[in-house]
């Protein structure tokens, strides 16, 4: 039995775009301040590294703007978006979005550290420093230790988490 399904006749890099889709993912907001103003994006492709010390690592498309800032960056932000935030995962997530003005109008508070920006409606939040960038392929690996976590104005125990699976949005039932 081959590994790769030969009735599908598509690209190996369209078969696995298609079934990475399978692959349900939290998604969440990368913020970091470029010079006086944050910029922010959406992201679903984060994950906890490391308990000791506590490590993070989130992917980027490296020749975007956010890897700029990041490779400029000392400090970043990642907050996991809840269910209720699909409009922000949108929004954030839309190429071409304005380098400057992202997080207009979505309440957010400076991480204690560095004073990078964290979306306040979040379920969790992790202040980042970073640590390494590892180029992957188009997208760079940006590795950060955390320096600080916590829940947003929402209780984490009351607020479910936003998923993107197959190209859409969801969340999972109670535990």
Not at 44 to 62: C, G, N, Q
Not at 70 to 86: C, K, N, P, T, Y
């Amino acid at each position: 039995m081959s590994a790769m399904d030969p009735s599908h006749d598509d690209s190996l890099t369209e078969r696995y775009r298609e079934l990475s889709d399978d692959i349900a993912a939290a998604v969440a907001v990368v913020a970091a301040n470029r010079g006086r103003s944050p910029h922010a994006i959406t992201v679903d492709s984060f994950l906890d590294v490391s308990y000791d010390p506590p490590t993070m690592a989130v992917s980027i498309y490296s020749g975007s703007r956010m890897m700029e800032t990041l490779e400029d960056s000392e400090h970043f932000a990642i907050s996991v978006l809840a269910s209720s935030q699909r409009d922000v995962s949108e929004r954030l997530g839309e190429p071409g979005q304005p380098l400057y003005g992202a997080l207009s109008g979505i309440e957010t508070f400076p991480s204690p550290h560095s004073g990078q920006p964290v979306l306040a409606e979040a379920i969790a939040w992790f202040e980042l420093r970073r640590t390494e960038i590892l180029e992957v392929a188009t997208h760079s690996l940006v590795v950060g230790e955390v320096v600080a976590l916590g829940t947003g104005l929402a209780s984490a125990r009351t607020q479910r988490p936003l998923l993107r699976w197959r190209k859409a949005y969801g969340t999972v039932g109670p535990r």
